[in-house]
């Protein structure tokens, strides 16, 4: 049983470019929750998917935006980055939407904005 | 809204010393509480998760942690602390979709 995978670990962009960030679910997982983990700080959620539709958003512009396809990856887009958009990226999987559910977390994909 | 509050952003404790990580909850339900460990350049792990079985929850490595509904809180503990449980701690809770994270507890252990 594989688990979450993120690509890539780490990538610079600069100020006002767009970015796209990557996240296998573990296997017989249909959720997929996005943090933002900030330097210093816990992980705050983005947004999660759950069977290919947005199920819940956190305090993000919209500006972040996500997808979920059919075998249950997903992708973090981000436009028009800025420097605070700086952090390490998380992904979760999870086997469904409950309260209860664990969440199985990737490595992370560390974003530098400069 | 829930939430966490983790009590200390460092703790240092000594190779075998008792580890005392605090975490107090805001609810007006019984929560769902999670703690988890994330070590240097890693993602989160899960140590224990309440889910209101039992009040005294044993997780990974050696963890427990108790729901205590009177002081709201859900402190994890380790008797024992080893080099290796160097790290971050982040305790959370769950409302509806979303895990809501303190800001964690840094570890470091002295030998």
């Known amino acids: 049983e594989t688990g979450v995978t993120q690509s890539p670990t780490h990538l610079i962009k600069t100020r006002g470019q767009q970015v796209t960030l990557r996240c296998s679910s573990q296997?017989?997982?249909?959720?997929v929750s996005w943090y933002q983990q900030a330097l210093g700080q816990g992980p705050q959620f983005i947004f999660q998917?759950?069977?290919?539709?947005?199920?819940g958003r956190g305090n993000f512009p919209p500006r972040f935006s996500g997808l979920q396809f059919p075998n249950y990856s997903s992708e973090l887009n981000v436009n028009a980055l800025e420097l605070d958009d700086s952090a390490l990226y998380l992904c979760?999987?999870?086997?469904?939407?409950?309260?209860?559910?664990?969440?199985?977390f990737g490595q992370g994909t560390r974003l530098t904005v400069v | 809204a829930q939430s966490v509050t983790q009590l200390g952003s460092h703790v240092s404790v000594s190779e075998g010393a008792l580890v005392l990580l605090r975490c107090n909850y805001s609810?007006?339900?019984?929560?769902?509480l999670f703690w988890y460990v994330q070590y240097p350049n890693q993602g989160l792990q899960l140590l224990l998760k309440?889910?209101?079985?039992?009040?005294l929850v044993k997780g990974i490595n050696g963890f427990e942690a108790e729901f205590k509904k009177s002081e709201t809180s859900f402190h994890l503990t380790k008797p024992s602390a080893h080099m290796s449980d160097a790290a971050e701690y982040f305790c959370?809770?769950?409302?509806?979709?979303?895990?809501?994270f303190g800001a964690g507890t840094t570890v470091t252990v002295r030998a």
């Open positions: 959370a809770v769950t409302l509806d979709y979303k895990l809501s």
């Open positions: 296997s017989g997982h249909n959720t």
């Open positions: 998917y759950y069977r290919e539709e947005e199920n």
């Open positions: 609810s007006s339900v019984p929560p769902y």
């Open positions: 979760a999987s999870s086997q469904n939407t409950g309260e209860a559910s664990e969440a199985f």
């Open positions: 309440y889910t209101s079985a039992a009040t």
